[in-house]
């Protein structure tokens, strides 16, 4: 690690949606005076980089793109306004790089909300490169001693996980399906519901996700590649169904299965946001059962503090295995075909 900013760096680069990702040197950017320069040692791969990187959304990204938004580093460089960071600082770079901060959700601290968002690796080069920019408002701020590796996935499918359970308003002793257990937000979903009281059922496929998700506290995991009836086995196991669902899946069946086997007056947290997907669900069936759909998008600064919080006392961890920047596209293959145990972090030197 360096405090010397180079002029050039490596970063993962896309002109288009599915366009070839091009590991190649580009200039290093220059922080605006609101902002801090990051040396990236390590990204986190979320499946929200791959949404972007296929033009999933109707909320269209910048391009070129530099996608990522799970950083950990260390400031190098700062704009002129910044008071809040010191050269040598760790630092976190996460999804919401920058709010209006005078809107009414703004005020009311809920800044993933705001209309005028900026988001790091969407419409703000993100943490696919060795040096990369962030507000110093949202930046998260990291301890001296934490693993920069290990504490990356935490900055988005930790906060957004903690969150979503926020969320989701639980009680300890009550039931919590977490649909999308094994991947990068459902990995620690499971263990921040376990650290929260909640009883876990994991719902993901395959045998070591299930391995994965037992390890982690989850009490029961239903496996949607075998079971028949999913909706009918979830409710069997939970005694009437779960009092609260964790949609982190990238699924719309899952996602309208969900409403389904949610317990009367549960509650139904979206997350995950399969392209083109609707909830469709029957009238009728949530009038009775009373029950509520919620969204629920990262979370903000408060959180983040929280999120970290939880990692930092080892209550959670994320799964996660290191490969070298470059391996971007085999990574988001990986993750397309569900075959990611966990989380990848990238190592930005390589
Ligand atoms: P991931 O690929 O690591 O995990 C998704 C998991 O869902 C995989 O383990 C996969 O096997 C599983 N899955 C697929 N089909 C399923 C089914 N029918 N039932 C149960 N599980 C199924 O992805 P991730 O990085 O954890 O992200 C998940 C989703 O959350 C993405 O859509 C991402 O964009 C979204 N996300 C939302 C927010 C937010 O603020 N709302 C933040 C971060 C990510
Ligand atoms: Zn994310
Ligand atoms: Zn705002």
Known sequence: MSLTVPKTQYACVFDK??????????????????????????????????????????????????????????VVAKGSQVTSFEIGDYAGIKWLNGSCMSCEYCMQGAEPTCPDGDYSGYTHDGTFQEYATADAV?????????????????????????????????????????????????????????????????????????????SLGAEAFVDFTKTKDLVKEVQRITNGGPHGVINVSVSE????????YVRPLGKVVLVGMPADSKLTCDV?????????????CVGNREDTAEALDFFYRGLVHSPFEVVGLSKLPEVFKLMAENKIVGRYVLDTSK
């Open 138 to 214: 949202q930046a998260a701020h990291l301890p001296k001693d934490v693993k920069l590796d290990a504490v990356a996935p935490i900055l988005c499918a930790g906060v957004t996980s903690y969150k979503a359970l926020k969320t989701a308003d639980l009680r300890a002793g009550q039931w919590v399906a977490v649909s999308g257990a094994g991947g990068g937000l459902g990995s620690l979903a499971v263990q921040y519901g376990v650290a929260m009281g909640l009883r876990v059922l994991a719902i993901d496929g395959g045998d070591d996700k299930a391995a994965l998700c037992k």
């Open 17 to 74: 949606p599915f366009g070839p990702i091009v590991y190649k040197k580009t200039a290093v950017p220059t922080p605006k005076p609101t902002e801090i320069l990051v040396h990236v040692l390590y990204s986190g791969v979320c499946h929200t980089d791959l949404h972007a990187w296929r033009g999933d959304w109707e909320l269209k990204t910048k391009l070129p793109l530099v996608g990522g938004h799970e950083g950990a580093g260390v």
């Open 253 to 260: 069946k899952a996602i309208n299965q969900s409403t389904l």
């Open 284 to 296: 009728l069936t949530q009038v009775f059962k009373c029950s509520q759909i919620r969204g629920s």
